[in-house]
């Protein structure tokens, strides 16, 4: 356990189901991050909440929705999605703005296939 | 951030050190040097960082060079468990590059292979 937990750890949905990802840190960071990660690419940066607000979102199409109600928790939410948007879906924590910082720590990741 | 330089994959014989380098040449005075690695399917797991001093941690050793241009993770006895992709990465503490947090951005890494 890292701290930075996922769920679920696997999805399968339709390109038309509604579903959501879930992620929780117990580590008192006041940033959070989500990541994906498409077969045999590097990790592309979505979505960044510091102190619960976004950002940074890097371009990411409408059909992926973020939220981040408070600082340990922070959703990912997904409606019609396409078969490319199949990958791991990873979820980070960090706490920012401070002389040390000791890096980001990650979640074991959301593998999603869209069928 | 400044963009690093790692070679794709590395080879190493369980039980002998590794040692994985990494070229940032454009590195700026204010910014760490951060080693994250991947294994298989998991998320990425923090590993070291250091500014201009050699540091060392119970998984490894960061030897930064005099002029900061490069670094060497080591990794002192391999075993198979480490074999996983390495990410040398160089950044601002804390993310004050905007004022606010700002996301690590990964690159391809090294792929060190753990041969028994």
């Known amino acids: 356990e890292t701290g930075v937990t996922q769920t679920p750890r696997h999805l399968v949905m339709g390109m038309t189901n509604k579903k959501s990802l879930k992620c929780e840190q117990h580590?008192?960071?006041?940033?959070m991050y989500w990541y994906k990660q498409s077969a045999k690419k590097p990790l592309e940066l979505m979505f960044v909440?510091?102190?619960?607000?976004?950002?940074e979102n890097n371009s990411v199409p409408s059909r992926f929705s973020p939220e981040c109600p408070n600082s340990s928790h922070l959703f990912l939410h997904l409606h019609t999605l396409q078969p490319e948007d199949s990958a791991l879906y990873l979820c980070?924590?960090?706490?920012?703005?401070?002389?040390?910082?000791?890096?980001?720590?990650f979640g074991s990741g959301t593998r999603l296939t869209v069928v | 951030d400044a963009k690093t330089t790692q070679p794709p994959s590395m080879d190493c014989a369980e039980g002998r050190a590794a040692n994985l380098p990494c070229n940032h040449s454009?590195?700026?005075?204010?910014?760490?040097v951060y080693w994250y690695r991947q294994i298989h399917s998991q998320g990425p797991q923090y590993i070291i960082h250091?500014?201009?001093n050699n540091e060392t941690n119970e998984m490894a050793s960061l030897i930064i060079t005099e002029d900061r241009k490069s670094s060497t993770l080591i990794l002192p006895h391999a075993t198979l468990r480490d074999t996983a992709v390495y990410y040398c990465?160089?950044?601002?503490?804390?993310?004050?590059?905007?004022?606010?947090?700002?996301?690590?951005?990964f690159g391809k890494g090294t792929h060190l292979i753990i041969q028994p």
């Open positions: 990465i160089v950044r601002v503490v804390g993310g004050y590059s905007g004022g606010g947090a700002d996301g690590l951005t």
């Open positions: 909440y510091s102190l619960e607000e976004r950002v």
């Open positions: 454009t590195i700026s005075g204010n910014e760490y």
């Open positions: 580590l008192g960071h006041n940033a």
């Open positions: 250091g500014l201009k």
């Open positions: 980070a924590s960090s706490q920012e703005r401070t002389v040390t910082n000791y890096g980001y720590t």
